[in-house]
């Protein structure tokens, strides 16, 4: 055992939630969201942790299923069904593919670090 401080239970709570959420666990860390409600950490800050896990997770696997898309050349088979014509006769996207405008461009990075704020501005790095 070290002679350091050991981190504070609320800080290895926020840990534990935030990877709980964005490593897609299955209790989501709500066991730690409890402690941290009772350790009496205001929820705008509970809510800060939770909204910068889930976009780190959301980021992550964007970037995952982008490096997968390169790999197996599913770009170039969108690319020629958005050319072909996607859509049905009233601009509605069949099933999910983008070429209606139904999905948001993904966000340019602007951070050093090449992760993107939170849709509220939080930093995630």
Request: charged share 20%.
């Amino acid at each position: 055992m070290s002679n350091q401080p050991s981190l504070h239970a609320s800080i290895v709570a926020m840990i534990s939630l935030a990877s709980g959420i964005a490593s897609r666990h299955p209790d989501m860390g709500l066991c730690q969201l409890e402690r941290l409600r009772a350790a009496g950490i205001p929820e705008h800050q509970i809510n800060a942790v939770i909204e910068i896990a889930r976009h780190i997770r959301d980021e992550a696997s964007q970037k995952m299923d982008f490096a997968f898309d390169e790999q197996a050349h599913i770009a170039e088979a969108v690319t020629g069904a958005e050319s072909a014509g996607c859509c049905d006769s009233q601009d509605v996207a069949i099933e999910t593919q983008p070429c209606c405008g139904s999905i948001e461009p993904e966000p340019v990075a602007t951070e050093s670090c090449g992760c993107t704020p939170t849709p509220s501005g939080q930093r995630c790095c």
